[in-house]
């Protein structure tokens, strides 16, 4: 849908910039020359006088320029808006998540986040393909995470208290699996449905 949204706007703009450079072209080129001329309305003129030339021909159809003009400044926005979903689906996680894993990027880094369970979600191994109509619905983890920011400080002797209970300190990202991470393929497959 944003895609979508984003090719109609880039061809919205595309369309005024044909319409008003057939307007310009048909007042400066064709009527002072004969309609036989070749030759485009920006030959010869500077960039001042070309400026000034495209804000008569916005001035002079103002509906035409109205919505061009519109189209070109929210083009790149449903653009970015498209890129940065393309990126999400990359990384295997929504918008709401991603604020998420920010928080939980900033607790592991400060030694706060302790980890219980084997890494890899229980009905796959790491990099294997899933099938099924929904990929993201067969899949489960047995690994928890703790985050013991509201506690005490980290040392060593509360690491330790932690690992002999059955605990281990994280200390990247990496080991904690994302189970909505399936690859990026995966990932569109899942938001598509298909198999």
């Known amino acids: 849908m944003i895609l979508s949204l984003a090719i109609l706007l880039s061809y919205g703009t595309y369309l005024c910039y044909l319409l008003l450079d057939d307007t310009l072209q048909d007042v400066l080129v064709r009527r002072s020359a004969g309609m036989e001329t070749r030759s485009h309305w920006t030959v ?35 653009w970015g808006l498209f890129l940065y979903h393309v990126y999400l689906i990359w990384a295997g996680t929504t918008t709401n998540e991603s604020f998420k894993w920010e928080e939980w990027k900033e607790d592991v880094a400060d030694g706060f ?8 979600p229980t009905g796959r191994k790491h990099n294997d393909t899933i099938t099924g109509s929904k990929l993201s619905s067969s899949i489960s983890s047995s690994q928890r995470l703790i985050n013991k920011v509201s506690q005490q400080p980290w040392s060593r002797e509360n690491d330790l208290d ?34």
């Open 162 to 195: 932690m690992q002999r209970s059955g605990w281990v300190r994280v200390l990247s990202m990496k080991e904690v699996d994302n189970i909505y991470d399936l690859g990026f393929m995966n990932n569109l497959k899942d938001i598509f449905h298909t198999s």
């Open 113 to 120: 986040v302790y980890k219980n369970g084997p890494a890899i």
């Open 44 to 78: 010869g003129r500077t960039y001042r006088q070309r400026f000034d030339l495209w804000t008569w021909a916005f001035t002079g159809d103002v509906r035409i320029g109205a919505v061009g003009l519109l189209a070109l400044f929210t083009a790149p926005l449903a």
